[in-house]
């Protein structure tokens, strides 16, 4: 296997546009299933929206279009070349584990959706929940397995079947509800309505939560080097998509806030309550599980999406020689098939806890807010990065600067670690002891983290890619 195959300077296909890697993007981050817990707040939601985009969104659009038009690779390359190979698979390893964690989280509201078409009472059902999710889960690596263009065209497509075109019909619906005599549940009669009722420090955790609805901006900087002209197209890129998430998130919020009153809206179906009512006002409800089937196949594809990508940066990883042998194994579409097989396992794995042992869905949500404290460390990394290597690199040809480095960097980097610190806190509506919460998430991340720190100390020459043939990739040690 050839150096130059295997660090995917000459994986074949067709090149990535910057339009189409706007949508992978848009695919990462923007989904429709988080809808619902902004919506009762009607008219406040667009400020709760607005802030993270500012001081997390824009920063990480920002800095990961700078990195990515300098340094080929992804989180991983970036990292590296700031504070050396350690600290690049610290980063991609928690990129990737709380990849892998997510999931079944995301799945589970699939299989809600999927429920809604035929008997939405499946929703509740632990084992549907589980097989869902296990047989959704392998459909979307067998078609990750296909390789970076089957992964593009699923996730490009999926997003304006998926997401784009709900969302619309659910902006659509809402305005002609509306403006046909149904009543809008949404509170517009006074300038309080624009502001979240300010509850003290719930109001800040509020807010701070919903950073994480844009996590994923710099996840397919991976792919940069199958793009045309990436210096110049993947800044572009980033802001195409920072507007379409916005788009995606804010009008259809609103949307549901019409339809559904603040008190019934359900955070599993309430997108799919907000079609009942829309649809059921001009006498076609049955459109509703249509819309049901499009949702669907959005998820599927943002599932796809984020199979290829983070798994694809820790394969890098170990080409530098910090994985065994047989985890870089490829098949023969270039894609990183062991590495896909190992987090398939782990998701499946997860799926039958949740399928036979519903009592289990506490600890589940639990090892998801552990995962997510992972993820917050990365940005944090990515962004003292980005103002390193300002220093330690500053001849290193960029496609596109950040201007004013410093307050970006160090605004997404105070939002990142109070997002993390608050974290820590137990959430309204969690019956469970602070002291006994902090103690879990911490033994939490500690064994979630600690992978790249075993990994490296065990690692041996032999490992290294480069010094290997491709008959040696298909040995049995290692």
């Known amino acids: 296997m050839t150096g130059e195959t295997r660090s995917g300077k000459a994986r074949g296909g067709t090149p990535l546009s910057w339009v189409t890697m706007a949508l992978l993007t848009t695919t990462a981050v923007a989904s429709i299933r988080g809808l619902p817990a902004m919506a009762p707040y009607g008219l406040a939601s667009i400020l709760l929206f607005v802030i993270p985009a500012i001081v997390f969104l824009l920063p990480t659009a920002l800095v990961s279009a700078e990195l ?7 989180i991983f390359r970036w990292i590296q070349a700031a504070y050396g190979d350690r600290a690049g698979f610290v980063a991609i390893w928690q990129q990737w584990i709380q990849n892998v964690v997510w999931y079944p989280a995301q799945l589970a ?12 009472s499946l929703a509740n059902n632990g084992l549907f929940v589980g097989i869902t999710i ?47 005599g149904g009543h809008s549940s949404m509170a517009v ?16 955790v509020l807010i701070v939560s919903n950073f994480l609805a844009y996590a994923g901006m710099e996840m397919n900087a991976v792919h940069v080097g199958d793009m045309k002209n990436p210096k110049k197209g993947f800044p572009k890129s980033m802001v195409l998509a920072s507007v379409l998430i916005l788009l ?36 076609v409800a049955w459109l509703t599980k249509v819309l049901c089937v499009f949702i669907v196949v959005g998820i599927l594809a943002m599932v796809v999406n984020w199979i290829a990508g983070p798994s694809r940066g820790l394969l890098m990883v170990g080409e ?15 894609i990183q098939v062991n590495i896909l097989l190992v987090q398939g396992g782990i998701v499946s794995l997860l799926a039958a806890f949740f399928a036979l042992i519903p009592s289990v869905q506490s600890a589940f949500w639990l090892i998801v807010t552990m995962a997510i404290q992972l993820y917050l460390i990365m ?8 103002m390193r290597l300002r220093k330690k690199a500053p001849d290193v040809e960029r496609g596109y600067k950040v ?41 939490g991340i500690l064994v979630l983290g600690c992978g790249p720190f075993i990994f490296y100390k065990i690692r041996k020459p032999v490992w290294k890619t480069d010094q290997n043939t491709e008959s040696q990739l298909s040995l049995d040690e290692g």
Do not use: C, E
């Open 134 to 180: 296990l047989v959704t889960y392998w459909m979307a690596t067998l078609l990750a397995l296909r390789g970076l263009n089957t992964a593009t065209f699923v996730g490009s497509k999926g997003l304006i079947v998926g997401t784009l075109f709900p969302a619309l019909v659910l902006v659509v619906m809402a305005v002609l509800f509306v403006a046909t």
């Open 68 to 74: 990515a038009s300098g340094w080929k690779g992804g």
């Open 189 to 204: 009669g006074k300038a309080s309505d624009w502001f979240p009722a300010w509850t003290g420090f719930a109001s800040i």
């Open 403 to 443: 201007p004013a480095m410093r307050l970006v960097a160090w605004t997404g980097f105070a939002a990142s670690l109070l997002a993390f610190l608050l974290g820590f806190v137990v959430p309204s509506g969690q019956k469970m002891n602070q002291a006994l919460y902090s103690l879990l998430l911490v033994a």
């Open 320 to 334: 530098d020689g910090y994985l065994p042998l047989r985890l870089q194994k490829l098949n023969k579409n270039k």
């Open 248 to 283: 995606i998130f804010i009008p259809p919020t609103l949307a549901i806030s019409v339809g559904v009153p603040a008190k019934g809206v359900d955070l599993t179906t309430g997108v799919m309550q907000a079609f009942d009512v829309f649809f059921g006002h001009f006498g």
């Open 379 to 386: 940005y944090m990394m990515m962004f003292l990065a980005a």
């Open 109 to 120: 509201f699939f299989a809600g959706a999927l429920a809604y078409i035929f008997s939405p």
